[in-house]
Each structure stands twice: as C-alpha cells, then as structure tokens.
C-alpha cells in the first residue's frame, strides 16, 4: 500500500471517530444556541436554528460589536455542515436481496379501453415524437396485450389531423368529449379499466 494511503476499513474507522468529535461538539454548542434563542424570545422544542444565528447576528452588528455571542452560532453551523460531510464520506455497503418470482399475471384485453392522445403540431414551440409515440403505445396495445382496435380513441395534433372537423383533432371539445365517453359509454362495465395517456398538454 503507498505510504500515506489509508485503507479503506481505516478510513472509515477514523471518520466515525470524527464524527463521533464533532457530534460531541454540536451537543456542547446546541445548549448554548437554546439560551441564545430564548434571550431572543424563541422557545419550544423545535427551534429554528438559522433563524436563532441571523438574529443573533442582526442584534449583534445593531450594537456594533462582533463578540464570541456570535462566533459560537457561527462554529455551531460550521460543526453542522461538517458533520453531513462526514456522514456522506461513510462507505455504503449495499445488499442484494434475491427478489421471489412473481407469478404470471394475466391480462383480461376485453376489459380494457384507452385514449392516446399526442401533440406535436402546436402554433409556437412546436414538438416532434409525441404522435409517434402515441402510435408506438396502440401498437403495444393491440399487438402485445390485444385490446381491440375499437376499444382505443386516438387524438392527433399532427399536420394530418389539422382541420376541425376531424375527430381525431386533440381539440378541447374533443379531449373533454373522449374523457366524459368513458363515463357514458353504456359498453363499459363495471371493473373494466379505463387507461387514458395524455403525451402533451392540452392547449
């Protein structure tokens, strides 16, 4: 091992003993924050401890005078930030646990119904992906799960679905028409699952 190199069980052996220095330390100076923040009027158990530092400092510089009342909220914050720097240097060790198989889980497609909606074609800032990956989602639909064709809505904002009278326009009446469709939608019974993806915002 090169000289000056610690190990790493040493390491971390003389990290805990700082921290172990430093905890002692905060303990000494939080009995001091405690009187400290009741001279400013503060009590209970919860105190803010940047608040109890930034009056004590404000009262302080109004006297003129930097004394050891402020330098020990000061060392206090100090010890505090250390003491995180510590525990974060501390070695991980992490720990693997063999995880049971699941069992299979089938999926029953006539249950299921969804509206895909995506956007690209917006007026400013338009975006690209969001139809393909609208038409990605249908494809995983039909031909990996098997729902139906008829039981998915798909609304475009794409070049090819810009007039008004499209109904595969994602204009509001439309997303509002589709989503309220899975409420009335007499076909749709109880424990059937409702699966709505919206891939944009809705202008």
Known sequence: MPRGRLAPADSADTTLLELEQTAEQIHQLEEV?????KQLG????????????LKTKNKVLSNGDYSSTLGRPHKLHRLRLQYSRCQRSLPVE?????????PPHHVDASRFWAI???IDDYTYYPLHGCV???????????????IPSDRIQLLLGSKEHASPEDPMKPSRDHITGALLSII???????????????LEKVN
């Open 33 to 37: 924050e405690l009187e400290l923040a």
């Open 42 to 53: 503060m009590s209970g158990e919860d105190i803010d401890s940047v608040a109890v530092l």
């Open 94 to 102: 992490l720990e693997v646990c063999p995880s049971l198989p699941d």
């Open 116 to 118: 895909l909606i995506g």
């Open 132 to 146: 393909s990956d609208v038409r990605s989602m249908e494809r995983y639909l039909t031909e990996v799960l098997g």
């Open 184 to 198: 009335t939608n007499s076909q749709i019974a109880h424990g059937d699952v409702r699966d709505r993806r919206n």
